[in-house]
């Protein structure tokens, strides 16, 4: 990989026009932009860990600095009391947690239960049964609803730990602010073609219930008309999917894999949470790598997922 602190190509000025830094004509802008992300962009969990004495309660100082994080690298780290409490006392105080940053409403998803939350444990069978998240196996990079239609777009999410696994499942985070400035470093056409409306496509797939969920079309990156925020949709699976038949895409995916899965990267946030600790972020870029239970006794790896359509107040 090139020098990952230096531009090598200039812009493509037959880009169409896009808000801010963003707009690959905006040469200024952007340079200001790129130069300042770097900077503020943390390389270890510790530098975006928030402590907290009460999840559900966070407080000014706390919640302004978890804001703060997610400001500069669209993710932070909190640290609660792990605590012997029930399923549903832990989610009531994450609902408030969520609230405290201006979370909602939740995506409705098919495994959710009433409050919104999905359980993300080893299940064998039910909607949850066949999908990767709900086994001990690796998950490949990606960000979360890559297949959502654009109106129910996953802008934000909290992963929350209760019970963590005896070996593994470990994260890795990217913010896809970084991911976008490495794409457009290595070549400004690369950003164009993910920008493409027609980019990435997953194919139409039926439901355990039967229900059959439309193919969801659309690009990797896009600029939000509101606030002229950045965001990403992608998945680095290899079946079920159809990339946009031309040779700028191909070369601009095979960039973005050797991106995320070479090691190079310094900006790439690797962690294992704890009981008590979650992640709260403008839905980045991450993976998981396989784990082995603790055992058969009902208590295995457990995490509570919260997936919002609006970002997280103040970024």
Known sequence: MSDLLTPRNGPNPTVA?????????????????????????PRTPAEI?????DLARPGENKRD?????????????????????????IRR???????????????????????????????????????????????????????????????????????DAAEGGENALLDPEIAYIRLR??????????MHPEAMTIPANTEPDGTVRPASVGPVFSVEQAGGTLRMRY?????????RDDPTTAAAVGFLERLLTGGDEPLVVNLR??????????????NRTGFRQRGDDGRGRLYYRGRYLNRIKGT
């Open 17 to 41: 026009p896009a808000p801010g830094p963003f707009g690959l004509e905006n040469t200024a802008a952007y340079a200001e932009w790129r130069a300042r992300k770097l900077a503020e962009s």
């Open 49 to 53: 860990t928030v402590a907290l004495d």
């Open 65 to 89: 600095a978890i804001t703060a994080n997610c400001r500069a690298a669209n993710m932070s780290i909190y640290a609660s009391q792990p605590e012997n409490r029930s399923a549903s006392a």
């Open 93 to 163: 105080d994450l609902a408030a947690f969520a609230s405290a940053f201006g979370l909602g409403p939740l995506e409705a998803h098919r495994s959710a239960d009433e409050d919104g939350f999905v359980a993300l444990e080893v299940a064998e069978g039910g909607t949850k049964g066949g999908y990767i998240p709900y086994t001990n196996r690796p998950l490949s990079w990606h960000t979360d609803g890559y297949y959502n239609k654009a109106s129910e777009s996953v802008r934000a999410m909290i992963l929350h730990c209760v019970r």
């Open 185 to 194: 470093d290595e070549n400004p056409e690369f950003v164009a073609a993910l």
């Open 235 to 243: 998945t680095a699976r290899k079946r079920n999917i159809a990339w």
């Open 273 to 286: 949470l704890a009981p008590g600790q979650g992640l709260i972020c403008n839905n980045v870029l991450h």
